[in-house]
T-cell receptor
Framework: AQTVTQSQPEMSVQEAETVTLSCTYD???????LFWYKQPPSRQMILVIR??????QNATENRFSVNFQKAAKSFSLKISDSQLGDTAMYFC??????????????FGQGTILTVHP | GAVVSQHPSWVICKSGTSVKIECRSL??????MFWYRQFPKQSLMLMAT?????????EQGVEKDKFLINHASLTLSTLTVTSAHPEDSSFYIC???????????FGPGTRLTVT
């Protein structure tokens, strides 16, 4: 079974600064996807970024980028130029890309990020 | 992406009664939907995978007789919590799998409070 670990329960950052959220995972599979989801106070889950395990290049979406270290099984999220609207709970998630588990998400414990003005 | 709605957004029920939560895919034919449970400030836990026209597949530890899932059409899946107890109080979230298997679109969630 896959496990996803987020070791930072809470983090805070000043507006316009950069913050990095950590995530590690454990799997014996080689073909999978990793995600970062954002859950603001509304509790609506929003996809932030996706990384395919077979791609060496780190995914980037505007101010959001990841540092994917496959050998180390590490998948951190960097938020640049933090904005007040980035305040949310962030979840790292794993999805095995095959078999009967395809499409099933395993989430980490979450990191509450607060952006201060 | 798909637009997913849930109804109700918040429900309060008495212990021992049953409550039904609806998950609708408004603009996408959803052959597969997922149901998650989330406790306050905690992670999402997958409860079951719902496939249109077939029985749901439940994750280990989830009581299938307590959490009844029906996916009778390509736009609607329902979760019925039977004989609800206070410990069933939680936030229930559904999601729709998109065209690509890695795509998943989430509903806004339903808060269930059992008194």
């Amino acid at each position: 079974a896959q496990t996803v670990t987020q070791s930072q329960p809470e983090m805070s950052v000043q507006e316009a600064e950069t913050v990095t959220l950590s995530c590690t995972y454990d799997t014996s599979e080689s073909n999978y996807y990793l995600f970062w989801y954002k859950q603001p106070p509304s509790r609506q889950m929003i996809l932030v970024i996706r990384q395919e395990a077979y791609k060496q290049q780190n995914a980037t979406e505007n101010r959001f980028s990841v540092n994917f270290q496959k050998a180390a099984k590490s998948f951190s999220l960097k938020i640049s130029d933090s904005q007040l609207g980035d305040t949310a709970m962030y979840f790292c998630a794993f999805m095995f890309a095959g078999g009967t588990s395809y499409g099933k998400l395993t989430f980490g414990q979450g990191t509450i990020l607060t952006v201060h003005p | 992406g798909a637009v997913v709605s849930q109804h109700p957004s918040w429900v309060i029920c008495k212990s021992g009664t049953s409550v039904k939560i609806e998950c609708r895919s408004l603009d996408f034919q959803a052959t597969t939907m997922f149901w998650y449970r989330q406790f306050p400030k905690q992670s999402l836990m997958l409860m079951a995978t719902s496939n249109e026209g077939s029985k749901a597949t439940y994750e280990q530890g989830v009581e299938k007789d307590k959490f009844l899932i029906n996916h009778a059409s390509l736009t609607l899946s329902t979760l019925t919590v039977t004989s609800a107890h206070p410990e069933d109080s939680s936030f229930y979230i559904c999601s729709v799998r998109g065209t690509a298997y890695y795509e998943q679109y989430f509903g806004p969630g339903t808060r269930l409070t059992v008194t």
